[in-house]
């Protein structure tokens, strides 16, 4: 949430990965493709080689460029409704994900070649692009507090963990690092409650016993050295 567009960028392609497999290499398609024009540019702006020579790798990223930039609509399109009835729940209102980015032409790629050449990279394309996390019409990024961004985190994993149950083969497990200790006992409540009907298995984990908000069904208790359940 509070990190630059790489991260979430990142992120992103790995759910589309997990929900899509068809269309797992679309991310390391383009960013191989995007290298190779990268590294053209060099060698044109150094005079070792022609503008020519950058023509298959424009024609390449813009044809991949589409490709990921359809695939990661059609993902967020699938992963917003979720997000946003998970983060409702804990109360946080009017969560929605966008991205609205379009995928750049191989004429508009031509249209900015001086720029690329000067700069020695490519300066449009979905490697650029980001997810907004916005809740009403606040980046939460930029005008969100910590606790609406932890609530957003949270919301995401939790509608990930949703569209995995429903496309895939079974259902994932979902693993919560000491989360309860940033949820109030309302929302600690709710956790529990939307993780014991989601259908999969939830190892969550705490420092006490005492933040729980409901018995768990097996309790473990980790010391140094030992894992026992109590």
Do not use: C
């Not at 589309?16 to 191989?32: E, N, W």
């Not at 809740?135 to 005008?143: P, Q, T």
């Amino acid at each position: 949430m509070k990190a630059g567009p790489a991260v979430r960028r990142a992120y992103f392609d790995r759910v589309l990965g997990r929900l899509f497999p068809s269309r797992a290499s679309a991310p390391t398609d383009y960013a191989a493709a995007l290298a190779q024009r990268n590294g053209a540019l060099r060698r044109v702006a150094a005079g070792f080689s022609t503008k020519e020579a950058l023509d298959p790798w424009t024609a390449r990223i813009a044809e991949l460029g589409r490709l990921l930039v359809s695939a990661r609509a059609e993902l967020v399109r699938l992963l917003s409704p979720a997000f946003g009835a998970a983060a409702a729940e804990l109360r946080l209102d009017s969560a929605e994900l966008r991205y609205e980015e379009d995928p750049t032409s191989a004429e508009e790629l031509d249209a900015r070649l001086e720029q690329d050449l000067a700069r020695g990279f490519t300066g449009a394309g979905p490697h650029l692009h980001d997810v907004a996390i916005v809740a009403g019409e606040r980046d939460l990024r930029s005008f969100g507090s910590q606790g609406e961004q932890r609530l957003a985190v949270l919301s995401l994993l939790l509608a990930e963990a949703d569209l995995l149950a429903e496309r895939g083969p079974a259902p994932p497990l979902l693993l919560l690092d000491d989360v309860l200790s940033e949820l109030d006992p309302e929302r600690r409540a709710i956790l529990a409650a939307r993780v014991r009907t989601a259908g999969g298995q939830a190892l969550l984990t705490a420092t006490s016993s005492a933040a729980l908000p409901d018995a768990p069904d097996q309790l473990i208790r980790v010391t140094p050295g030992s894992a026992v359940a109590a």
